[in-house]
């Protein structure tokens, strides 16, 4: 299990067992710490748009969460690291307590949001990957998650009274996308509207650099094959390994291999 993941389940854990051992104290973290609308709007307890996500109401409720985060979130944290792994997890669930606070001013607890987040970042890794309903129906993640996606537009805006969040399991796969695929593109909008600069003048690198960056690049590969696998590097990686190795071979006088 890797850190963020069992951080994660273990924190999770403890709130819910103290919440199910104290009723007094479980109405207390239920009333400070579970996500209401009047409460981030007008009282500025903007610090549940992060907790709410660590209150469940059942052992249902915590299993289901932390058994589909385990699953899906493993994968993805070998392969992102732990820091952005967390960083992607807490951005989908506020993203989706903001957008379920524009829908209903109900009290929500529950991770459901950072995991339909995770779902879909797993998805758009591993599309044809197979997902076993009731561990027996083999399904492709891609068309799970799509469905639920489906599921969870339609449920929102025709809310049903099932107790179900559907709003903040929109926001996580809508934060979640929009995140994954369009994030990385805002630095070059913003050089749009930036008065261009002038080119420095183009230095080829020697020879000697290149071989000193390859070198370099290399052994943070292989520290990391080391560490995961090498089936956890990703194709750019696994790529820049061979062009590097090849490199280093045909230029580096110690014959580096």
Same mark, same amino acid.
């Given at each position: ?41 007008? @009282?500025?307890?903007?610090? $549940?748009?992060?907790? +709410?996500? !660590? =209150?469940? %109401?059942?052992?249902?409720? *915590? ?15 070998? @392969?992102?690291?732990?820091? $952005?792994?967390?960083? +992607?997890? !807490? =951005?989908? %669930?506020?993203?989706?307590? *903001? ?159």
């Amino acid at each position: 299990m890797t850190p963020a993941v069992k951080n994660i389940l273990f924190a999770n854990g403890i709130v819910f067992l103290m919440s199910m051992l104290n009723a007094q104290l479980y109405n207390f973290i239920s009333d400070n710490f579970a996500l209401r609308a009047y409460d981030v709007l007008f @009282e500025f307890k903007i610090w $549940q748009l992060a907790t +709410y996500m !660590f =209150i469940h %109401g059942g052992f249902w409720h *915590i299993f289901f969460n932390m058994f589909i985060f385990w699953m899906f979130g493993t994968e993805l944290e070998m @392969e992102w690291g732990s820091k $952005q792994f967390l960083k +992607y997890y !807490f =951005i989908c %669930g506020i993203g989706a307590g *903001i957008l379920n606070i524009l829908f209903t001013s109900s009290p929500t607890i529950g991770a459901s949001g950072a995991v339909y987040g995770i779902m879909v970042a797993y998805a758009l890794r591993y599309p044809d990957r197979p997902v076993y309903i009731y561990f027996l129906f083999p399904v492709k993640v891609k068309y799970l998650v799509g469905f639920l996606a489906l599921i969870s537009f339609f449920s929102t805006w025709n809310p049903q009274a099932d107790g179900i969040a559907h709003a903040a399991h929109l926001g996580g796969i809508l934060i979640g996308f929009i995140y994954l695929k369009l994030w990385h593109k805002i630095p070059s909008l913003k050089s749009i509207f930036k008065q261009p600069a002038k080119k420095p003048k183009s230095t080829k690198p020697t020879e000697d650099k290149m071989v000193e960056y390859y070198r370099q690049r290399i052994d943070e590969l292989l520290d990391k094959i080391n560490r995961v696998g090498y089936l956890n590097l990703n194709d750019d990686e696994k790529e820049e390994l061979e062009k590097g190795s090849k490199y280093l071979r045909e230029h580096d006088e110690q014959n580096y291999h």
